[in-house]
C-alpha cells in the first residue's frame, strides 16, 4: 500500500510469535512515502544540435563570386571613362555586370543579421569579443598588405604612414573593397550586444566599444577645430539601410521552409530588379545606393530564392570548404584584378567579345581568390588573413 504523499506511512502489524527470533533488517520498502521536503530531480538534457544551413553556405559564396563579378565589371567601365562613346562593348559589358552586383553587400550585412540573431547568438562576451577579432584582424592586416603592395607598385597617391593612420577609422586606397567591414563589424556589435542584455547579462566592454563609436567622429572634429590639423573622416558606424538589412535578413533567413510558395514570381522580379539597376547606373547615377529600392527588391529576390534551398549531400563538403574561405578570397581578390584585370581590358572591344573576356577574367579571378585562401587555411592562418 502507498501512503498519500505527505502524510507518514502505513505501519504493518508485527508478528509477536517470531519477534524473538527475527533479525533486523534495514529495509527501503518501495511502498514507503516520498518526503515531501525534498527537491525534485533535475534532469538535464543535451542541448539541441544547431542546424547547419548549407544555404547559407551557398549564399556566402554566391556573394563573394558576386562582388568580384562587379569589380572585374567596373574596370572594364574605368576603361571606357564611363562613356559608351568611348567604347561601347566594354561599357555595356561593365555595366551589366554591375548591375548583377548590387545585392551582394547588403547580403552580408543579412548574414551578419542572421548568425547573430538566429543561427549562433553569442552566449557571453567572450566568445563575441573572439568574433570581433576573427573579423577585426584580417580587416587591419589586409589593409597593411594592400597599402605595402600598392607601395611596391609606387601608386600610393599619399604617404603609406598617413593611409595607415586613416585607416584606422575607415576604408583607404587601393584596399577600396574593405569599406563595408566598418560598418559590419559595428553592427555585429551592436546586435549581440542587445542580445546578451535580453539574456540577462551586462556586457560593458560591448558597450563601451559602442559608445567609442558613437562619439569618435566629434572627438576628431574637436580635434581639428582646436588644433587646425585636419583628421580623417570616420567611416566606423552604420546609416539605417545597413541595419535593416541586418535585421529584416535575419528575418527572411528564419522563415521555414515550405513558406515562400511564389519562386516562380521571384525569377521574373530578380531580372527586372537587375535591369532596373542597369537604367540606373546608366542614365541617372555610377553607382546605384545601396539603400535605393531597385536593390532592395534584388535583395529581397536572391535571399528568398536561396534561402532553404536543398544542397544535395554530395556537395556539401565542397560548399562548406569554399565557403569557408569565401571570406578569405573576398579578402585578396582586388589584387588580382588590379594586376591581371585591369592591365588586359580594353574599350576597343566590340559587345560580344568584351562579354566573353569578362568572364574569362572573372573565373580567372575567382580561381585564383578562392585558391590563395585555400591555401592559407591549410597554413592555419585563417584567424589572421579571414
Known sequence: MTAPSGSAPV?????????AVQPETTLSPPESAPDASAAPAVV????????HRFDVDLMRLLCSAIVMLGHVGSQFIRSTGNDPANGSG??????????????AVPMYFAIAGWAVLVGA???DSARMWKRLVRNTVPLFAWTAVYLLWAWLRDRNERPMTELAVDSLVGSVEPAYHLWFMYTYIPIIVLLAFAMLIKAGQRPWGLGAVLLGIAVLPSVLDTITRTTGHDMPTVAWGFSTY???YAVGGAMLFAVPAGVVRWRKALMVLLPI???ACLWYNTQVHYVIPNAHLFVAVSFICVLLLVSRVNVPEKWRPLLQKL???????????????EEIVRPLV??????????????GLLATVMALSFATSLLWGKLNLRRYLG
Open 11 to 19: 505501519p504493518h502489524p508485527p508478528a509477536p510469535e517470531r519477534r
Open 44 to 51: 538535464t538534457l543535451p542541448a539541441p544540435k544547431r542546424e
Open 273 to 275: 530588379a537587375m535591369a
Open 90 to 103: 566594354s561599357y555595356w559589358a561593365g555595366h551589366v555586370a554591375e548591375a548583377i552586383n548590387p545585392f
Open 242 to 244: 545597413s541595419l535593416v
Open 346 to 359: 580594353s574599350p576597343d572591344w566590340s559587345g560580344p567579345v568584351a562579354g566573353l573576356i569578362l568572364v
Open 121 to 123: 547568438p553569442p552566449k
Open 323 to 337: 565557403a569557408g574561405a569565401a571570406l578569405g578570397a573576398y579578402m585578396v581578390h582586388v589584387l588580382f584584378v
